[in-house]
């Protein structure tokens, strides 16, 4: 019985025994599992995003793909320096990608292209090079951060910054 089963075996095509395998009923569930498991990973865990623009380069390429983890924030608060999702007010379908540079109750301003929280310069590692930004001091509420991109060498006006709820925040980008 055993010799028969191995030659109805060898009577398949190799394609057939390297897709399928030896039992097509197991590789069918498994393959139902896959989908599945991936399904509910990139529909409710993870939001794909791709960085358009340079307002977060030299640290994300225009171009690039990320994921951001929507559940990142369930059991933790925001920090400062996270680069997180952000959705786009008008437009749900839009995420912007942001690092955090304020926190809630800390009065936030930027100086000669210096980000002081409460006063004290941060050290913002990821900045290579900055304009002279300046930004007066914002006292900010129990929910509220402030967000901004890497890239501090384009004009104030044209980076798009500013004060966040955490409501807006979808999740944390994963690398």
Known sequence: MENSNS?????????????VGRN?????????????????MFKVVLAPI?????SMQPTYRDGQIN????????????RRGDVV?????????ILYLKR??????????IRGGK????????????????????????????DEYVVIGDNRTMEQESHTFGKIRKSDIVGRILW
């Open 7 to 19: 030659a109805a075996e060898e009577t398949k095509p190799l394609w057939f025994r390297l897709v």
């Open 24 to 40: 097509p009923r197991l590789t069918l569930v498994r393959l139902v599992v896959l989908v599945l498991t991936s399904f509910v």
């Open 50 to 54: 791709r960085v358009t623009g340079i």
């Open 67 to 78: 994921f951001v983890n929507r559940f990142a924030y369930h059991s933790s608060s925001p």
């Open 85 to 93: 999702g952000i959705r786009a007010a008008d437009q749900l379908q």
């Open 100 to 109: 955090i540079i304020g926190l809630p109750g800390e009065t936030v301003s």
């Open 115 to 142: 980000v002081l929280a409460d006063g004290k310069t941060l050290e913002e590692p990821y900045i290579k090079d900055q304009k002279p930004w300046r930004i007066e001091a914002t006292k900010l509420q129990m």
